[in-house]
């Protein structure tokens, strides 16, 4: 993760850009492979493998039903299939979480919509002293 301060009136502010801002990267384990990791750790039923950029890096979010009934997500690393962490979660946590995720890609494509209109030449301010300069 690349760091840049800025100091702006006394303020120091910190920006960060992470490598996700680009493509993904291709993962070198399926999201089978990932599910079949997590089972191993949490004996149950694998119930789906999110691929996604979190606590810096990417990897594979799995949710498993344990054989108990309780609900665990279990991260797997998509470049050596290991599990890193598990946690016992919610449906109401993970539908929670999923809309937090929803809105911060909505903010992410609103904001480069933003960035690119103010890019774009302001054809009106352009051509504006145009006409006067004809008379």
Known sequence: MKVTLLAAGGLTLALLSAS?????????????????????KIPGKALSAKYEFEDGHWQYAVLVKSKQGGLYEAE???????????EKTTPAEEASEAAADKKAAMNKKAGQ?????????DTEKAGAG???EKK
């Open 20 to 40: 996700h801002a680009g493509a993904k990267p291709t993962p070198k384990i399926s999201p089978d492979q990932a599910k079949a990791a997590a089972v191993k």
């Open 76 to 86: 797997v690393s998509s470049t050596t299939g290991r599990v890193t962490a598990t």
């Open 113 to 121: 919509k933003a960035q690119n209109a103010s890019e774009k030449p």
């Open 130 to 132: 145009k006409d006067d």
